[in-house]
């Protein structure tokens, strides 16, 4: 059976009352959600910098040892070429054997270098490496600090919670789909989350902007969905109506 206005007003502001208690369960945990997401996505920053810095330091020991092995191998050489220098039966085998051994000479000083620089960036590295241990084991600290406050946080109202998400899925399957997504992109983007109010005052209940009598009139009649003017909000009803209302129904009861 299709809803009348009144109906689907109703619906949908009692889908918002839903949300602004869920919203107000939310606000007490404030910016913690967010504050643990920043300190876990910083975390896997620095763990990540801290395997490259591993495999930098693996990359350069890596090195040493093939320039250890270079130096070995030119050791060898070099006694290779000094006992074919003591048979050489002319200056221009002497000269040529001369050469390599000063090539190969030239070839371990070259390697003990490199190996010096190498040793000396592993230095650096270890040194980088132990400060940001120490800056990762304080972040680490922190976000547990920060999540036992947000666990607490959440086993207070997580009864409350799921009760209300619960409340929500029933409430929204009462609504049409193409109201509820209006619904959905007004509380997006309202900075307070409400995209249903009642008229107050005169006024919009969330942009305070005048509501005309005429309008005023027009909303109390719930012939049809009417929106403020001004910030696009649904306007469900008008609050003296409200009052109206309960007195009524007080009235009522004590009779």
Same mark, same amino acid.
């Given at each position: #059976?299709?809803?009348?206005?009144? %109906?689907?007003?109703?619906?949908? /502001?009692?889908?918002?009352?839903?949300?602004?208690?869920? =919203?107000?369960?939310?606000?007490?945990?404030?910016?913690?959600?967010?504050?643990? %997401?920043?300190?876990?996505?910083?975390?896997?920053?620095?763990?990540?910098?801290?395997?490259?810095? /591993?495999?930098?330091?693996?990359?350069?020991?890596?090195?040493?040892?093939? /320039?250890?092995?270079?130096?070995k191998d030119s050791e060898?050489?070099?006694?290779?070429?000094?006992? %074919?220098? #003591?048979? +050489?039966?002319?200056?221009?085998?002497?000269?040529?054997?001369?050469?390599?051994?000063?090539?190969?000479?030239?070839?371990?000083?070259?390697?003990?270098?490199?190996?010096?620089? $190498?040793?000396?960036?592993?230095?650096?590295?270890?040194?980088?490496?132990?400060?940001?241990?120490? +800056?990762?084991? =304080?972040?680490?600290?922190?976000?547990d600090t920060k999540q036992?406050?947000? *666990?607490?946080? +959440?086993?207070?109202?997580?009864?409350?919670?799921?009760?209300?998400?619960?409340?929500?899925?029933?409430?929204?399957?009462?609504?049409?789909?193409?109201?509820?997504?209006?619904? =959905?992109?007004?509380?997006?983007?309202? *900075?307070?989350?409400?995209?249903?109010?009642?008229?107050?005052?005169?006024?919009?209940?969330?942009?305070?902007?005048?509501?005309?009598?005429?309008? %005023?009139? =027009?909303?109390?009649?719930?012939?049809?969905?009417?929106?403020?003017? /001004?910030c696009g909000r649904i306007?469900?009803?008008?609050?003296?109506?409200?009052?109206?209302?309960? $007195?009524?129904?007080?009235?009522?009861?004590?009779?």
């Open positions: #059976m299709e809803s009348t206005v009144a %109906q689907k007003l109703e619906a949908i /502001h009692n889908l918002q009352k839903i949300d602004s208690r869920l =919203d107000s369960i939310l606000k007490i945990r404030g910016a913690l959600p967010e504050e643990v %997401q920043d300190l876990e996505d910083e975390i896997i920053g620095y763990e990540t910098r801290l395997d490259k810095f /591993h495999n930098d330091i693996a990359s350069l020991e890596e090195e040493i040892k093939k /320039h250890k092995e270079a130096i060898k050489l070099i006694k290779k070429y000094q006992d %074919q220098q #003591m048979n +050489v039966r002319n200056n221009r085998e002497y000269d040529a054997i001369t050469k390599e051994l000063e090539l190969q000479d030239l070839e371990i000083q070259v390697s003990k270098k490199k190996i010096g620089e $190498a040793q000396a960036r592993i230095e650096s590295k270890n040194n980088e490496l132990e400060e940001l241990k120490d +800056v990762l084991k =304080d972040r680490k600290k922190d976000l036992d406050e947000l *666990k607490t946080i +959440v086993s207070e109202s997580e009864s409350e919670e799921n009760k209300l998400i619960s409340e929500k899925e029933k409430a929204a399957k009462k609504i049409d789909d193409r109201i509820l997504k209006s619904y =959905d992109k007004i509380r997006t983007n309202a *900075k307070n989350g409400l995209a249903v109010v009642l008229v107050k005052r005169g006024a919009c209940g969330g942009c305070f902007n005048i509501v005309p009598p005429q309008r %005023q009139a =027009d909303i109390r009649e719930k012939k049809k969905l009417i929106v403020c003017e /001004h306007l469900a009803g008008v609050e003296d109506e409200i009052e109206d209302e309960t $007195a009524t129904k007080k009235k009522r009861t004590k009779a």
